[in-house]
């Protein structure tokens, strides 16, 4: 019986410590819009400094894949932060509709939003984000997400419900920022 204890003892310590290494280089814009020009995305948010970073990992709010959503009045939707699944983004747009119950956090999309700047934008500017009464949903990704398999959850989401709802693309890969914090 001890011999049988130790060994599930031995199991769930290597099962606890076996992990991935992925290499995570830094990723210049030209990179990053080659990258997602390949997924046939045009435009997307990237993080503007290694402030912002901060921040967003400070708030947990830089998992891939994750999808954060914003109510009609800029409002985080809490579910979405509390469970990172891409199923429950999935049902949530299938299902969505004007009567839908909302549970909502104080975190508001102008606070969120302050830490990146758009990439190919087409005349698309931050505040045009804020302003829109429409449901926002940003879904997480990064070129090394690739190598991860996670990013797939993004792009079906944005390829599946981009004429539906308003999807954006965010990437967090790290970027070339100096020293003084700006890209």
């Excluded at 599930?8 to 290499?23: A, E, G, K, P």
């Excluded at 390949?38 to 997307?44: N, V």
Aim: net charge positive.
């Amino acid at each position: 019986m001890k011999k049988l204890y130790g060994c599930m003892i031995c199991l769930v310590i290597l099962s606890c410590t076996v992990h991935r290494n992925i290499q995570i280089e830094n990723k210049t814009e030209m990179q990053l819009k080659e990258f997602y020009s390949g997924k046939s995305i045009e435009s997307f948010l990237k993080v503007k400094d290694f402030n912002a970073f901060k921040t967003l990992n400070d708030s947990n709010r830089i998992t891939i894949p994750q999808n954060i959503v914003f109510d009609e009045n800029g409002f985080e939707i809490e579910h979405f932060n509390e469970k990172l699944c891409a199923n429950l983004t999935l049902d949530f747009l299938k299902n969505y509709n004007s009567k839908t119950e909302l549970k909502l956090t104080k975190y508001n999309i102008r606070d969120y939003l302050k830490n990146f700047v758009l990439v190919d934008s087409k005349n698309l500017k931050i505040e045009d984000i804020i302003e829109d009464k429409r449901i926002r949903i940003f879904v997480n990704s990064a070129t090394y997400g690739e190598k991860l398999n996670v990013n797939h959850e993004a792009f079906e989401i944005y390829n599946n419900y981009k004429d539906k709802f308003k999807i954006y693309v965010v990437n967090l890969d790290v970027g070339t920022w100096n020293s003084s914090g700006n890209n």
